[in-house]
């Protein structure tokens, strides 16, 4: 189904209450997803997200000779013994920000790469130099050109180095491990990022027989091994998904267990939330989220990484800033350009200005329903937050951005009551709506 052009449309203003399940992360799921390729055995994947990021990674594994078989809705087979490296479809690779780890994933195999360059939500420019410098540090020789990233060495050999990242990056962080874990001899990531999904793929290659020390740490240290083997790994809950359903909740007022979380990994957004008066209260691996007295008190946030507020967090919290009382600031400092939504919300009758990377957001008694885009991943979900909040219905177009990165959420938020539905113009089916 041609899901680029459905429409959301919500009846908000209603309380959810009830028991929302998190799925395994996305940005875990699509390292360990070109992670794989490192080995030539077979790796069963569990808890994998069922979303559109995971699918398309899925095709392009397969467009280079993987065999994938779906064991279930969440699982999934994947046998890397037959991989052609430098074929990987552009017009898949280009649909996504996460193919960038297949450069890595096919140095580390092969000890050459040459891939299309990624695409993804669009927050400004989005380099990856910090990748390359990487890989250099490691003995390739890297061209950028005609839109494909090359990647070679003399021998067919990396050799570890000690890598210092400039500035914090995930991606870059990920990249250079999968390139390194059969590099010849030992390399040091310095700066390196921290986010839980960089611990995922550590512990996921480490079970494949790498060596990988510092993981979630400043320094993560690999030591080259000859070989990976197979191995089954379940990928961890997706902290950004979790934070959506807390936020949510604070936003409509109802109480929502939130389950399948890991709360560590919740840490900064629960301390916001608190710090507005939202009511949280843990249950093991789930927290319970409701609105508590009195109404929403204005904070300052600033987005940073791990184990900063996450800027996957931002359009969401900015959601809930527009509901509280008096101005808030939110600052954004990951990305240059992440206020495109803003536009959007004030649709709804939000008020803010934007100075700089500062978004001020003065609190209004209610949002209003009205007609709104997903200008990304993230900003869709807010616009589903602040829809649910608001009086009147709300229709969000350019939907299939949500789908990228949230696994039914259509189904997850009607069995807490909400008022959602997906349509389809009538040239497409019906039936098969969300
Ligand atoms: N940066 C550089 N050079 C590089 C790489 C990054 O200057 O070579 C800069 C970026 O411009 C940015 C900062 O470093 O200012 C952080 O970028 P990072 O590399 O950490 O981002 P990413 O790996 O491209 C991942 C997530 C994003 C998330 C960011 C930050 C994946 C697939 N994507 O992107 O997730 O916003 O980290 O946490 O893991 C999302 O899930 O909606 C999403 C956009």
Redesign the pocket.
């Known amino acids: 189904m041609d899901r680029s052009k459905g429409k959301i449309i919500i009846n908000g203003g209603k309380p959810l209450n009830g028991e929302i399940t998190v799925s395994g992360m996305?940005?875990a799921a699509?390292?360990i997803l070109f992670a794989t390729i490192l080995t030539e055995d077979k790796c069963i994947i569990e808890n994998l997200p069922d979303i559109s990021d995971v699918n398309v990674s899925l095709s392009i594994l397969e467009g280079i000779g993987v065999k994938v078989t779906k064991l279930d809705k969440n699982t999934v087979e994947i046998d890397s013994s037959e991989v052609t490296p430098g074929i990987a479809p552009y017009e898949l690779v280009s649909k996504m920000?996460?193919s960038y780890y297949l450069i890595g994933a096919e140095l580390g195999r092969f000890g050459r790469a040459f891939v299309g360059l990624p695409g993804?939500?669009d927050?400004g420019?989005?380099?990856?130099?910090?990748?390359?410098?990487g890989f250099e540090a490691l003995g390739c020789e890297v061209k950028v050109d005609g839109g494909y990233i090359e990647a070679t060495t003399e021998d067919g050999q990396l050799h570890g180095n000690s890598v210092y990242m400039?500035?914090?990056?995930?991606?870059?962080t990920i990249n250079v491990m999968l390139a390194a874990v059969k590099a010849e001899g030992i390399t040091v990531i310095e700066n390196a990022?921290h986010?839980p999904?960089i611990v995922d793929t550590a512990n996921f290659l480490n079970a494949c027989g790498a060596d990988i020390s510092g993981a979630g740490t400043d320094v993560i240290k690999i030591r080259g091994v000859k070989k990976l083997h197979g191995c089954t790994h379940a990928i961890i809950p997706d902290m950004?998904e979790a934070g959506t359903f807390m936020i949510l909740a604070a936003a409509t007022g109802g109480t929502l267990k939130v389950s399948n979380l890991i709360p560590k990994h919740m840490e900064s957004v629960t301390a916001k939330l608190c710090e507005m008066g939202v009511q949280i209260d843990a249950d093991e691996d789930a927290l319970v989220v409701s609105r508590g007295p009195g109404p929403l008190k204005k904070i300052n946030v600033k987005t940073l990484?791990?184990p900063g507020f996450?800027?996957?967090m931002h359009p969401q919290m900015c959601v809930l800033l527009c509901l509280a009382n008096g101005l808030s600031h939110l600052t954004e400092s990951?990305?240059?350009s992440r206020f495109r939504y803003v536009e959007e919300l004030k649709r709804m009758g939000a008020k803010i200005t934007i100075s700089g990377r500062t978004a001020e957001v003065d609190g209004v008694p209610h949002l209003c329903g009205a007609s709104v885009r997903a200008v990304?991943?993230?900003a869709g979900s807010a616009m589903v937050i602040a829809g649910l909040a608001a009086k009147g219905v709300t229709e969000i177009d350019e939907i299939y951005h949500i789908f990228r990165?949230y696994e039914d959420l259509i189904g997850k938020l009607q069995s807490v009551g909400a008022d959602i539905k997906v349509v389809y113009p009538k040239n497409i089916n019906y039936t098969e709506i969300e």
């Open positions: 996305k940005n699509v390292g920000r996460a993804g939500c927050f420019v989005r380099p990856i130099d910090l990748h390359i410098k400039d500035v914090v990056t995930v991606g870059g990022a986010e999904h950004i990484p791990y996450p800027t996957d990951v990305w240059d990304d991943l993230r990165g």
